[in-house]
């Protein structure tokens, strides 16, 4: 049965590489806590309760769609709408567009950088690739106006953080979870990480001074996958076959 990602797909590369995906959960604390849509999480519970918990699940969900048949991933991304759908019907509203287009290029965009601070840059064509497979979840996912092209996404994601991104009370609670979740070293470590990979937008919102080198926070990491630690609780394993992140 022909997969949803070619098996020799940059997105496979990216999402079965156990350090690469911290470093997209990362990105992705920084840019949940900022996101004007933030209180759907705290809506549900998710994350007061539990900080992590939204990241690693979106891992899963982004390994199961990287490493299954196209049908199977229908199913999976039909499962993401049900649930976002029971959420709407008990708060009584729709989650916006733009937040569903914001997460997904969350997605997109720390994939592509955490590749890049870890391994090598993408090539062009790597890049399109990437794009065009998070744009097919995004169709499944029933996510409108999405651009065409990986050059039109760039300019549309410069404009969506510009827009969506604001620090807030609900940003200062959020990284109060992160800490008290994480401890103060991870929560320096992950405070180091984000430094070097958000963009500079998001950089200045949270008030982040670049950190001039890569290997400490990388080194921290990594120790994570080599001890057997846990990162908000949860251990980091990713099969060489491709196996889900839990």
């Known amino acids: 049965m022909r997969p949803f990602v070619r098996p020799d797909s940059i997105v496979r590369s990216i999402w079965g590489d156990a350090d690469t995906i911290l470093f997209v959960f990362s990105g992705s604390a920084a840019e949940f806590a900022l996101n004007r849509a933030v209180d759907w999480l705290f809506y549900t519970g998710k994350l007061?309760?539990?900080?992590?918990?939204?990241?690693?699940?979106?891992?899963?969900?982004?390994?199961d769609i990287a490493f299954v048949d196209e049908d199977t991933a229908r199913?999976?991304?039909?499962?993401?709408?049900?649930?976002?759908?029971?959420?709407?019907?008990?708060?009584?509203?729709?989650?916006?567009?733009w937040a569903n287009r914001d997460v997904l290029y969350m997605l997109i965009d720390y994939s592509g950088r955490a590749f890049e601070l870890l391994h090598r840059p993408l090539t062009e064509a790597e890049r399109a690739e990437l794009y065009d497979v998070?744009?097919?979840?995004?169709?499944?996912?029933?996510i409108p106006e999405l651009p065409e092209t990986y050059d039109a996404w760039r300019e549309d994601r410069r404009l969506h953080m510009?827009?969506?991104?604001?620090?807030?009370?609900?940003?200062?609670?959020?990284?109060?979870?992160?800490?008290?979740?994480?401890?103060?070293?991870?929560?320096?470590?992950?405070?180091?990480?984000?430094?070097?990979?958000?963009?500079?937008?998001?950089?200045r919102l949270l008030g982040l001074k670049r950190s001039r080198w890569l290997r400490p926070p990388l080194t921290a990491y990594r120790a994570i996958r080599v001890t057997g630690l846990s990162w908000g609780g949860r251990n980091v394993e990713v099969r060489a076959d491709g196996g889900r992140t839990r």
């Open 134 to 142: 998070f744009r097919r979840v995004g169709e499944g996912l029933a």
């Open 162 to 203: 510009e827009r969506d991104l604001a620090y807030s009370d609900l940003s200062k609670e959020s990284y109060g979870r992160y800490r008290r979740h994480l401890g103060w070293w991870w929560y320096e470590t992950l405070l180091r990480v984000q430094s070097i990979l958000v963009p500079d937008h998001v950089r």
């Open 48 to 63: 007061p309760a539990d900080p992590f918990g939204r990241l690693f699940s979106t891992a899963r969900f982004a390994q």
């Open 75 to 97: 199913r999976s991304l039909d499962r993401i709408r049900a649930a976002h759908g029971a959420v709407e019907r008990k708060r009584g509203e729709t989650i916006p567009d």
